[in-house]
Every structure is written in structure tokens, then in C-alpha cells.
Nanobody
């Protein structure tokens, strides 16, 4: 069975950075498309970044976030720089109809 486990969230000051990790089991990421979504309170879930044969980043995150994959550990990373309070949300990993449990990112001074 497919399991996705996210980690790396936390509290960070505006302008700071975080790196989120999504470790997959029961699925091989290099043969799949893996997404990072986020959901802020009262807002719909939105796509942040995607990686399959090549990475893609949502417009609001371009120049600040990067997505990458480590095939040896079956992990997808989301490096987030220049964070601002609007980035506060629960971040979820998603692939082939499976969601992780999410990791909270809070950007606040």
C-alpha cells in the first residue's frame, strides 16, 4: 500500500527558509508524478509544485521554491526560501490518488 510521509514544517520568520520532505513507500517516485499542495485556513487546496520527468512550480512560488527528487531514498523535497506570512498553510504531498498527512508551515514574526 502506498504511504506518503511529510516532514520539515515548522515556525519560521518572514524571509526564512524551510525544506519539506516527502518519503514514499509502496510506490517508486521516479516512475510517478509527485505534487506538493498547500491549504491555508478557509482557502481551497492549491498546487504548489510538481515533479515528474521535469519540475514545475506554481507562479506564486517561482523564484522562491524549488522541487527536487532523490531516487536513492524515494524522497521528494520542497525547498522554500523567502517565506512570507501568505505561505502559512498545511503542505501536503500527493501522488496517484494518495495524500500524505500534511505538515504545518507557519510564517510569523
Amino acid at each position: 500500500q502506498v504511504q506518503l510521509v511529510e516532514s520539515g514544517g515548522g515556525l519560521v520568520q518572514p524571509g526564512g527558509s524551510l525544506r519539506l520532505s516527502c518519503v514514499g513507500s509502496g510506490i517508486t517516485f521516479k516512475f510517478s508524478v509527485v505534487d506538493w499542495y498547500r491549504q491555508a485556513p478557509g482557502k481551497p487546496r492549491e498546487l504548489v509544485a510538481q515533479i515528474g520527468s521535469r519540475p514545475d512550480i506554481a507562479d506564486f512560488a517561482k523564484g522562491r521554491f524549488t522541487i527536487s527528487r532523490d531516487d536513492a531514498t524515494n524522497t521528494v523535497f520542497l525547498q522554500m526560501n523567502s517565506l512570507n506570512p501568505d505561505d502559512t498553510a498545511v503542505y501536503y504531498c500527493y501522488t496517484t490518488t494518495h495524500w500524505g498527512q500534511g505538515t504545518q508551515v507557519t510564517v510569523s514574526s
